[in-house]
C-alpha cells in the first residue's frame, strides 16, 4: 500500500545529514534542521534560517537543503522537496546524499527508471580516503537500490574509521529490519544509545524493532520513553497507537492518533491512520470522514485518495475506488504507481481489457521489473498463463540480479497446477541474488506438490535465515496441520502472528488446529478477532469460527461484487468449513467442503493447496 511507501520515507529521507561536530560553517539553526523531531514547521523554519544566514559553506549549504527537502516531503510538498534537491545537487555535485534522497522520491513518485540511475550515480562518486561519511552515504545508495551487501560492507568500514557516528548505527539497524534480523536493529539501537541514552528518536526507532520482533510490551516501553523525552512529537504517538491495534484495543489506537493528528493537523497520514482504527471497529462513517479530511488538508497527494480507493474497494464499491483512483492519476500524471493500482481495481471489477491496458500503460511510463511482474501477476489471476511467463521473462530481462523476478516466474507453475516444474526457477533465483532466501519459494511449491516432509524442511531452512518472519511460521505450520501434526503446527502459527499480527488466514488456522486437538480456543481467537472488522471479510469467518454464526451466513458474506475476490474468499471459507467439520469428527461433511474450495480452481491458494492435503488424507 502506498502510505507504507510513505511510512519509510519518513525515516529514510529526513535530516540525513550533518558534519562533524565544531566544523567551520555549521550553525546552530542547521543543527536543529538535521536533528529534527518537534513540529516539522518549526523545524522547515530552522532550515530556512540556517539556509538564508550566508554562514553555511557550499558544502554544509547543500546538506542543509537536502535535509530541508526530506521535511517538505514528508508533509506531501513534492515539488519543493525537488527543488531542493536539484539545489543541492548545483552548490555540490559530490554530495551523495542528494542523489540518494532525489532517486528516492522518484521512487515515491513512481518513476523507477530515474531513481535507479541517481541510486547508480551516488555509489559511482568518489570517496576521500578515511572518510567516514563518504561509506556513509555510499552505504545509504547501495540500501536504496537493494544492494545490502555491499551497503553493510562500507558501512563497516565507515564504522572503523569513526565509531561515534550514529547514522552508522541506523543504518545498519535499518539494513537488519530490512532482512527481519530484528535482534541485530536493536544491538544497533542499543549501539547508538550508548552515544546519547536521551535520543528519542533512536528509541522511537528501537521500539519499531521490538514491534517487529513481536515483543509488544517492550516496543511498548521505548515509544512511551520516545514520547516522555519528546511529547511534542507526532510519529511517537501513531507508533504507540500501531500497537494498541496489534494488541486489540482501538479505542487506545484512537485516542493515540488523536493526538497526532492535534500535533501535525496538516498531515493527511495521521487522519488515514486513525480511520484504520475505526474500520478495525467497524465504524465505517468515522473512517470514510477521516479519509475525506486526509484528502482535504492535502489536496494535491495522489497517496489519500489511493487509501481512500482501497477502503471503498474493501467496502465492494469499485465505482467509487475508481474515481478516487482517477483523481490520483489527475492529481499525479507521472505517477506510474497510481496506474499499477488503477489497473487492478479495473481487474477485480472485471474490466478486464481495461485492466491490461492500465498495467501497459504503466510499463509505457517506466519499463522497469516490478511493472512487467504486476502485468504477469494480473495474468496468472485470469489464467494466462503463457503471457504472464513472457512478462516474468521480460522482468527478468530488465533486472536479472533480482531473485524476486525468478521467484515470480516460478508462480506460473503453481497456478498451473504443476508446482515442483517451479523448482529450477527457484534454483536460479538464489544463484543470481545473494539477497534472496529462495527456501519459503520452494517450501511452497513442495508443498503444494503434497511433498509435505521436504516443504517442512526447507521452511525450517527458511526460518533458520530469516528467524524472525512470517513466513516460514506459518508456511511451515500449515505443512505440519497438512500432515496431522497440530500440536506443533499450533505453535508455528503462534509464532508467525507474532511477527504478522495481521494474518486472518494465521488466526484461523490456529483456531481450527487446536479445535482439532480438542482445546478450547474462542477466547484466543475472539482476541485476535478485535484486529478485524467485524462486518467485512474476514470478520464474518471469525464469528463463523466462534460459533456466533451460520455456515451459510459465513458462505453469504464471502460473496463479493468482485468475481475474483468471491472467488478467494469462498475457497477461504470452504477451506475453514473443512476443518470446522473435521474437528467436529464430520469427515464426509469436511470432504465435501474441500472438493468445494478445489471447484475455485485458485491453485496457487493455501485454501487449495489446504484442500487438496486434508484430501489426500481423508479415507476415499
Known amino acids: 500500500m502506498r502510505f507504507a511507501t510513505l511510512a519509510l520515507l519518513l525515516t529514510t529521507l529526513t535530516a540525513v545529514g550533518a558534519p562533524a561536530f565544531g566544523q567551520s560553517g555549521w550553525t546552530d539553526d542547521a543543527q536543529r534542521c538535521y536533528r529534527g523531531g518537534g513540529d516539522p514547521t518549526l523545524t522547515i523554519r530552522y532550515c530556512t534560517q540556517a539556509i538564508e544566514s550566508g554562514k553555511l559553506s557550499d558544502e554544509n549549504l547543500s546538506i542543509t537543503y537536502v535535509n530541508r527537502g526530506g521535511l517538505l516531503l514528508n508533509k506531501g510538498e513534492v515539488e519543493r522537496a525537488l527543488a531542493d534537491y536539484n539545489t543541492a545537487v548545483r552548490l555540490n555535485s559530490d554530495n551523495s546524499q542528494a542523489y540518494v534522497a532525489r532517486g528516492r522520491l522518484y521512487r515515491f513518485r513512481g518513476e523507477e527508471n530515474k531513481a535507479q540511475a541517481e541510486f547508480d550515480h551516488a555509489i559511482g562518486l568518489a570517496i576521500t580516503p578515511n572518510q567516514a561519511n563518504g561509506y556513509l552515504n555510499r552505504a545509504r545508495a547501495y540500501r536504496a537500490k537493494g544492494d545490502l551487501t555491499s551497503a553493510l560492507a562500507d558501512l563497516d568500514t565507515a564504522n572503523q574509521i569513526n565509531t561515534k557516528l550514529r547514522e552508522v548505527y541506523v543504518e545498519r539497524a535499518a539494513i537488519y529490519a530490512a532482512r527481519r534480523m530484528f535482534e541485530r536493529a536493536i544491538g544497533q539501537y542499543d549501539e547508538a544509545l550508548h552515544l546519547n541514552a536521551g535520543d528519542a528518536d533512536l528509541l522511537d526507532n528501537r521500539g519499531d524493532a521490538y514491534r517487529d520482533l513481536g515483543d509488544l510490551r517492550r516496543a511498548l516501553a521505548d515509544y512511551d520513553s520516545a514520547i516522555s523525552l519528546q511529547s511534542d512529537v507526532a510519529t511517537y504517538f501513531a507508533d504507540r497507537a500501531w500497537i494498541h491495534r496489534m494488541l486489540g484495543d482501538p479505542d ?206 526447507e521452511y525450517a531452512n527458511y526460518i533458520d535465515r530469516r528467524p524472525n518472519s512470517s513466513i516460514g511460521f506459518f508456511g511451515r505450520g500449515f505443512a505440519r496441520m497438512l500432515k496431522g501434526d497440530l500440536r506443533p503446527a499450533a505453535e508455528d502459527f503462534r509464532r508467525a502472528l507474532d511477527f504478522n499480527a495481521w494474518d486472518d488466514e494465521t488466526v484461523l488456522w490456529l483456531h481450527w488446529c487446536r479445535a482439532r486437538l480438542g482445546e478450547t480456543p474462542n477466547a484466543e481467537t475472539a482476541r485476535h478477532a478485535r484486529r478485524f472488522d467485524p462486518r467485512k471479510w474476514p470478520g464474518p469467518a471469525l464469528k463463523f469460527a466462534l460459533g456466533r454464526v451460520s455456515l451459510d451466513s459465513m458462505l453469504a458474506a464471502a460473496r463479493d461484487p468482485s468475481a475474483l475476490k468471491t472467488r478467494e474468499q469462498e475457497a477461504q471459507a470452504y477451506f475453514f468449513a473443512g476443518e470446522h467439520y473435521l474437528a467436529t469428527r464430520q469427515r464426509a461433511a469436511a470432504q465435501k467442503m474441500f472438493q468445494a474450495v478445489l471447484a475455485r480452481k485458485d491453485p496457487w491458494t493455501y485454501s487449495d493447496i489446504g484442500a487438496r492435503g486434508e484430501l489426500a488424507r481423508l479415507p476415499k
Not at 479495473?346 to 504486476?374: C, E, H, K, N
Request: hydrophobic share 40%; glycine share 8%; net charge negative.
Open 252 to 457: 487506545l489506537a484512537i485516542t493515540d492518533y488523536s493526538q497526532a493528528i492535534r500535533l501535525e493537523p496538516g498531515r493527511g497520514n495521521r487522519l488515514q491512520d486513525r480511520a484504520a482504527a475505526y474500520q478495525a471497529k467497524g465504524d465505517w462513517r468515522s473512517a470514510m470522514a477521516d479519509y475525506d479530511r486526509a484528502i482535504q488538508v492535502e489536496p494535491d497527494r495522489g497517496t489519500y485518495l489511493s487509501a481512500r480507493a482501497e477502503a471503498r474497494e474493501y467496502e465492494g464499491n469499485y465505482a467509487g475506488a475508481l474515481t478516487d483512483r482517477d483523481e490520483a492519476i489527475r492529481l499525479e500524471p507521472r505517477d506510474a504507481d497510481w496506474r499499477v493500482d488503477r489497473a487492478w481495481t479495473l481487474l477485480y471489477a472485471g474490466r478486464t481489457d481495461d485492466a491490461l491496458a492500465g498495467f501497459a500503460d504503466a510499463i509505457g511510463m517506466d519499463p522497469v521489473a516490478q511493472r512487467y511482474r504486476s502485468r504477469g501477476s494480473a495474468l496468472l489471476v485470469l489464467g494466462r498463463f503463457d503471457e504472464a511467463l513472457a512478462d516474468f521473462d521480460r522482468a527478468i530481462e530488465a533486472q536479472p540480479s533480482r531473485g524476486v523476478n525468478y521467484a515470480a516466474r516460478a508462480n506460473v507453475f503453481l497456478y498451473r497446477g504443476q508446482p515442483l516444474d517451479g523448482l529450477k526457477d527457484v534454483e536460479r533465483a538464489e544463484a543470481a541474488d545473494p539477497e534472496y532466501a529462495g527456501a519459503a519459494s520452494r517450501a511452497k511449491l513442495l508443498m503444494a506438490g503434497l511433498q509435505l516432509d521436504d516443504a517442512i524442511r
